[in-house]
C-alpha cells in the first residue's frame, strides 16, 4: 500500500470508505465515459471524498518582501492555532495562523449546544501536516484550538492514519475522535473523548491499534448512538468494535482486508446495523458471513456470468435480513460505474438470513428491460419492492432511465407477494424504512447539517 499525502476519509464513511467489482462481475470498458461525481453526495450524511491522490506541493511564501522559512512557519503553527475574521456575509471566517502556502483537508463537523466542533488537517511545506480539534461557541468571533497534533514526515508509518478522519457525537456535552499520538518514526492510536464542559479529553481506549509494518489507515467506521457502539476497519483488515456502555469489546483475530487495487470509495465489508453480524467480499468468489466476532457462517457463492453491484450485501434496518442482487452481464443494464464501482438495474433479488442462509429470491417481470429495487422496508419481514421498465441511455455513455414504475409488497419468510398500498408508496414512507441500512447509504453517523463549510484555504462558520 502505497504512502499518500492528501489521504481523505474513508468513510469513510463514512469514510470514506472501496469495493471492487471482483472479475467476474467487472464490465469491460468500464472507465471511459463512466466516472462518477467525485463528491457523489449520501443521503442524510456529508459526501463521500472527493479523491485520493498526492498533495499539490506548496511553496515557501514571500511575506513583507522576505521570504519566510518553513521552520518559522512550523513554529507559529506548533499548537495549531487558527485566527478568524468577518467576511461581508457577517460569517466567521477561520485560517491558519501564520500560514500564506497550505491546504485544509475535509473536515469532520459535529454541532452540540451551543458549540461547533471541527476536526481537520492542515498540510503545509513538502511533509509537514497538523490536525486540529478546533470549536467555536455561538456569537463568539474567535475559534479555540482544543487539541492538536503534527507530523513531518511521509516515511513514517503513520502518516497515511494521520490523516483519517473520525468525529461522533456522543451527547449533547461530549464527542469522539481519533487521537493519533506520533512518537519518533512510529506512534500510537487512541479513541479518545472530549468533553465541552469540561474541555478536558479522556483517552477512552488507549493504544488500540498494533499498526502493521506497512502502511494503514482506518478505512471505514459505523457509530450507532443508540447502543454507544463504534465499528471500525482499516484498509489492511484489522476490525475493531468498541462497546462505550461498559460492554465487551470486540477484536476479531483475523484480518478482513479491503480490496487492495480498490480505488473508489466502495466497501469489501458490510455490516449488519445490529452490529451483530458483517459479511466481506475477499475476492474468492464468495461472500462470506460473520458473526462480529470474526467467526465464519454462511457463504453466498457470485456467479461467474452475472453482474453483482459493488454494495454486494445490503441489510433491512434490524439487521435480520441481508439480500443481494443481480443480472445478466449485459451493459445495458448499468445504471453507473468507475473502475471498482458498479451499479445495476436487478433482475433478480436474493434474500438470505443475518447468518448467510438462503430466505428465497424474487425477480422482475419477464422481459430483457425489466429491472426491480427495495424501495423500503414496511417490517422486519415486508419488503417494498419497485418494479420497472427501464430504457439505456444512448450513445457510449452508461446509464439507463426508468419507465413505468409499479410497486408491491414482498413477504420475505412468507414469499408471497401482494399489491401495495399508495400511503406506502416511497415519497409516503418514513425515512427509515425508505432507505436500507449499508455503509452506502450511512458511511459514517447521521448528524444535522451545522452549515459550516471546509475549504481548501478556510473554514466558514455561518452567521448565527
Not at 29 to 54: I, K
Not at 262 to 268: D, E, L, V
Not at 388 to 397: A, I, L, N
Amino acid at each position: 500500500m502505497k504512502k499518500m499525502k492528501w489521504l481523505l476519509p474513508a468513510a469513510a464513511a463514512a469514510g470514506l470508505l472501496l469495493v471492487s467489482c471482483s472479475p467476474a462481475n467487472r464490465p469491460v470498458n468500464g472507465g471511459e465515459n463512466a466516472a462518477r461525481d467525485a463528491s457523489r453526495q449520501v443521503p442524510g450524511n456529508a459526501s463521500l471524498p472527493a479523491s485520493q491522490g498526492e498533495a499539490a506541493p506548496v511553496k515557501v511564501a514571500e511575506q513583507g518582501g522576505a521570504q519566510e522559512t518553513m521552520s518559522a512557519q512550523s513554529v507559529k503553527l506548533a499548537k495549531g492555532e487558527f485566527s478568524t475574521s468577518r467576511n461581508a456575509k457577517g460569517e466567521l471566517v477561520a485560517v491558519p495562523a501564520g500560514l500564506t502556502d497550505y491546504s485544509i483537508d475535509y473536515g469532520a463537523v459535529v454541532e452540540l449546544e451551543g458549540q461547533t466542533l471541527v476536526l481537520a488537517s492542515v498540510f503545509y511545506g513538502d511533509d509537514d501536516a497538523i490536525k486540529v480539534l478546533l470549536s467555536h461557541k455561538t456569537g463568539e468571533d474567535q475559534v479555540k484550538t482544543v487539541w492538536s497534533e503534527g507530523i513531518t514526515d511521509t516515511n513514517n508509518r503513520w502518516y497515511n492514519s494521520f490523516s483519517g478522519q473520525l468525529l461522533v457525537k456522543v451527547d449533547e456535552e461530549r464527542v469522539l475522535f481519533l487521537e493519533p499520538e506520533i512518537i519518533g518514526q512510529g506512534g500510537k492510536y487512541h479513541l479518545s473523548e472530549y468533553s465541552v464542559r469540561t474541555g478536558g479529553i479522556t483517552r477512552i481506549r488507549e493504544d488500540f491499534w498494533p499498526l502493521a509494518e506497512d502502511y494503514d489507515n482506518i478505512y471505514q467506521y459505523h457509530w450507532d448512538g443508540e447502543r454507544k457502539k463504534l465499528f471500525l476497519q482499516s484498509y489492511l483488515g484489522l476490525v475493531r468494535v468498541f462497546d462505550l456502555q461498559g460492554g465487551k469489546d470486540d477484536t476479531p483475530d483475523r484480518l478482513f482486508r479491503v480490496i487492495p487495487h480498490s480505488t473508489s470509495g466502495a466497501p469489501s465489508l458490510f455490516l449488519s446495523p445490529d452490529f451483530e453480524r458483517f459479511a466481506h467480499d475477499d475476492e474468492s468468489g464468495k461472500v462470506t458471513f460473520y458473526d462480529i466476532k470474526g467467526n465464519a457462517l454462511g457463504k453466498i457463492r457470485l456467479s461467474e456470468d452475472k453482474y453483482v453491484p459493488s454494495e454486494k450485501i445490503k441489510w433491512n434496518p434490524s439487521g435480520s435480513i441481508a439480500w443481494m442482487e443481480s443480472s445478466p452481464g449485459e451493459h445495458n443494464r448499468i445504471k453507473d460505474i468507475d473502475i471498482d464501482y458498479l451499479s445495476i438495474a436487478p433482475q433478480r433479488i436474493d434474500f438470505y438470513d443475518r447468518d448467510g442462509g438462503v430466505l428465497g429470491s424474487v425477480k422482475a417481470d419477464a422481459g430483457d428491460d425489466r429491472a426491480l429495487d427495495i424501495a423500503g422496508w414496511l417490517d422486519d419481514s415486508t419488503a417494498l419492492v419497485k418494479s420497472y421498465r427501464f430504457e439505456p441511455y444512448g450513445g457510449d455513455s452508461y446509464g439507463i432511465e426508468e419507465k413505468e414504475p409499479a410497486y408491491f409488497y414482498y413477504d420475505v419468510h412468507k414469499k408471497e407477494k401482494r399489491p401495495a398500498s399508495e400511503a406506502d408508496l416511497p415519497e409516503m414512507l418514513p425515512a427509515k424504512a425508505r432507505t436500507s441500512w449499508s455503509r452506502m447509504a450511512e458511511p459514517h453517523t447521521s448528524e444535522p447539517q451545522t452549515g459550516v463549510v471546509v475549504e481548501r484555504k478556510e473554514i466558514v462558520f455561518p452567521k448565527e
